[in-house]
């Protein structure tokens, strides 16, 4: 199936500096990205929609100041999370969409474990 | 509005079986997904479903109700390494998921 990266996988900053995080698809191309979020034992919550080309599209209530999203090429999407404060501290995950004939399939990223101190 | 449910915990017993319900009420659909996310790890892709019926994949099979707005996804032979978290999502118009709260099953020896 298709592979997609994500880098760093655990990253711990000071509170005020900001994170980049990076999310590749190994062998396709995605025109369409995601970014999640996922506090401990709870879902994943949509943060944005990436498109390469184009601006991101956020979730209602996901600033987008605060999470800055580049869609460079067609098979790397960015996050970064500017002056990151305690409580951003969270599990990212990205996903790359893949079309193929009738099925829309998201493979998912590893993950970033961002704790900010 | 967008809204998917799922139990928040179940328990079974190795070499049982297991159902996981999901109900689902969108303003579209295009599609229902179910994914396995261990602890700490990303989701892992586990059945799709668009049309009504039964999907069967080895010990998993996924079932849609379009018309009910209902899924389950049926775990055979329960083995301890089931034990995760499994996660309903809905596509409805957009290349979108929704994801519903997520259900976290214990495998118990």
């Known amino acids: 199936g298709a592979v997609v990266s994500q880098h760093p996988s655990r990253v711990i900053c000071k509170s005020g500096t900001s994170v980049k995080i990076e999310c590749r698809s190994l062998?396709?191309?995605?025109?369409?990205m995601f970014w999640y979020r996922q506090f401990p034992k709870k879902s994943l919550m949509l943060m944005a929609t990436s498109n390469e080309g184009s601006k991101a599209t956020y979730e209602q209530g996901v600033e987008k100041d605060k999470f800055l999203i580049n869609h460079a090429s067609l098979t790397l999407s960015t996050l970064t999370v500017t002056s990151a404060h305690p409580e951003d501290s969270s599990f990212y995950i990205c996903s790359a969409r893949e079309a193929s004939g009738e099925m829309e399939t998201q493979y998912f990223g590893p993950g970033t474990r961002l704790l900010v101190l | 509005g967008q809204n998917i449910d799922q139990p928040t915990e179940m328990t079974a017993t190795e070499g049982a079986i297991v159902q996981i319900n999901c109900t689902y009420q969108?303003?579209?659909?295009?599609?229902l997904f179910w994914y396995q996310q261990h602890a700490g790890e990303a989701p892992t892709f586990l059945s799709y479903?668009?049309?009504?019926g039964l999907e069967e994949k080895g010990r998993f099979s996924s079932f849609l109700s379009r018309s009910k707005g209902y899924s389950y996804l049926l775990l055979k032979e329960l083995q301890m390494k089931d034990s995760a978290s499994y996660l309903c999502a809905v596509t409805s118009g957009t290349y979108k998921y929704i994801f519903g709260t997520g259900t976290r099953l214990k495998v118990l020896a």
């Open positions: 479903n668009v049309l009504d």
């Open positions: 969108t303003s579209g659909f295009n599609g």
């Open positions: 062998d396709f191309q995605a025109t369409t």
